[in-house]
Every structure is written in structure tokens, then in C-alpha cells.
């Protein structure tokens, strides 16, 4: 089971992995072909940290939460100008600090809710309004509470669902920001999972990743709003007898997804470890494609997001590295090693 207190998973890690490792870059991307490019941007303005959350409103990120070096759990809030690249403190999330949230946006408003603050897990939940700069308490979620959950968007709801309460946990939930409720939808098929990744593209979500009893899960999965179904997908590793999953390594836990024109993103996190390998999903053909290495340092718990045509990752942490730096990631571009 995942520990938030101690950070006993990412203190074994740095025995697994050794101490290069932490400093892990771009050097694998030298004898790679994969496309796609990382650019280093400017550095998130708040201290250093991992567990953190994030979700997009017009074209800005908002970050938060999260713990930093000590495990000192954090409420400080942040927007991030990808036209400008420059970070705004805003003002800070008002509930009580936490990591291992999840949030989304909905019409213009972001939300934030669940995680662990140390001792208890949580199940409160936020609205932030960039108009005013401002939160107000909502309903709380329905079901129980939980760290390690995902939460995705689409249309005029939010979707929570997966994590951890006491027992690993595949049941989802959705919010109406117009009636303030919480309903209970079909719960994903397949495996219950902590620490899952989820990317949605043309109003369907992806789930797939994340762990179970020790078990790193390789089934992945598509929700339709419309049908109000989950639909299975072809694994994420090599479990098929065909050619085109000879090469899959995409399970893990902890890593980060987004979505930049029609395409899904993975990147970071890993499997008993940790990788700076990238993933594309198309969904046309039901496949993923290897993309160049993350340029950063490796890292578990980053924060990820998509905007306009470039996807960003941030934060995260490495054993007792904690980090603030910000990559892009231009998905067509040719690897520029002096970028």
C-alpha cells in the first residue's frame, strides 16, 4: 500500500534505482528515433513538491496542494500563463492542506477534493472561481473517502472515481455543478486500482495504469457519457499474441496523462521504479506509440496538463528530491538536445 507519511515507496526506490538514476535526463533520448521534444520553461514559483493537483481553465493552468521536503502538506495556489510563462500566486486553497487530491473544471470553475492530511483520508471537496479569485465549499463527494483517486471533465459534469478508502476501490462518481450533487455512475470494468492515470479526448475518457494488491494493472478502458458505459480496450502490455504490443512497457503507477490534439499522453512514473519513457495513444487505430524520453528528471507524483498543442509536466519527486521544474512537450517536433 501506497504511504503518504513516510514516503516509505520512494525511499526504497532510491536503493532499487541507485543514486544516477535521480539525476536521469535526456540521455536516453540520444539513441532513440522517437519524435517529440521537451523544453524547459519556467520554474513553478511555490517550494518544491510532489503529490500535488492540477486542472485547466481558458488556456491557464491552476496548481496546488501537495507536500513538500519534511512531508509538510501545502494550500498555497497557483495559475500558470503558458503564453507569458510566468506563474501567479493566487489565493490559497482554503480547505485543510492535504496531498493525493484529484481535480477538474467545469464552465469556468475549477474543483478540488479528497487526498490525505497525514492522518485521516478526506472526502471535502472546493470550487475556485478565477473571476474573483475565490473558493467556496461544496457538497461533499459521494462516496467514501479516499487518496489516489482520478477525476476527469466532460461537458457540464466531473467524474471522480478509483483510489484508496481502507481497500483499493473502482467505483465513480458524478458531480453536477448545476444541482451541486454527487451520483453514483457504473463503476469501471476490470481491476479496482490506486494511483491510475486518465486523459479525455473528443468527451471520452481513458483510463488505464495504476496498481492493485501489489499487482500493476494492464487492462485499459474508455468511458462514453452518452451510453453511460466502459467499454475494455486492448492491454497496455504485451499480452497478445500480435506484433503490435511486442514492445509495450506503458503499466506503472503515478504517471501523469494529457491530451494535446486528439492524442493521449503518459509520461513519468513507473513500475517498481522509476522511467522517463512517453507515450502516445491514438484512438483511431487502438494503439500507442513511443515518444522521446521525458527530458527532466525521473520522477513520481508530477503534475501533468495539456494546452493548445503542448503538454507540461511539473513537480513530482525522486526519493528526497522534490521538484519545481516545468517541461513542454511539443509531441511532433524533432528531439533539439539544445533546447
Known sequence: MKRYINSLQSCSIAFI????????????????????????????????????????????????????EGNTRLRDFWSYNPELNFWTRLDSFPGIARNGAVGFSVN?????????DGEDRLKDFWEYDPQTNSWTQIADFGGTARYGAIAFSIGDYGYVGTGYDGNYLKDFWRYSPATNKWEQIISIGGSKRIDAAVFVIDDKAYVCTG?????????????????????????ISDTSDDDYDDDYSIRGTERVAFTINGKGYLATGGVGGISNDVWEYDPITDLWEQKTYFEGSSRLDAVGFGIGDRGYVTTGQNSS??????????????????D
Open 17 to 68: 534505482i541507485g543514486f544516477s538514476l535521480i539525476f536521469a535526463s535526456c540521455e536516453d533520448s540520444d539513441d532513440t528515433e522517437e519524435i517529440g521534444n521537451w523544453v524547459e520553461l519556467s520554474d513553478f514559483d511555490g517550494v518544491p513538491r510532489t503529490d500535488a493537483v492540477a486542472f485547466t481553465i481558458d488556456n491557464k493552468a491552476y496548481l496546488g496542494t501537495g507536500f513538500e
Open 211 to 235: 496498481i492493485d494488491n501489489g499487482s500493476y494493472e494492464e487492462d485499459f478502458w474508455v468511458y462514453d457519457p452518452i451510453t453511460g458505459l466502459w467499454t475494455q480496450l486492448r492491454d
Open 108 to 116: 469556468g470553475k475549477g474543483y478540488i477534493g479528497l487526498g490525505y
Open 321 to 338: 528530491y522534490y521538484f519545481d521544474d516545468l517541461w513542454g512537450f511539443d509531441p511532433d517536433d524533432e528531439y533539439d538536445e539544445n
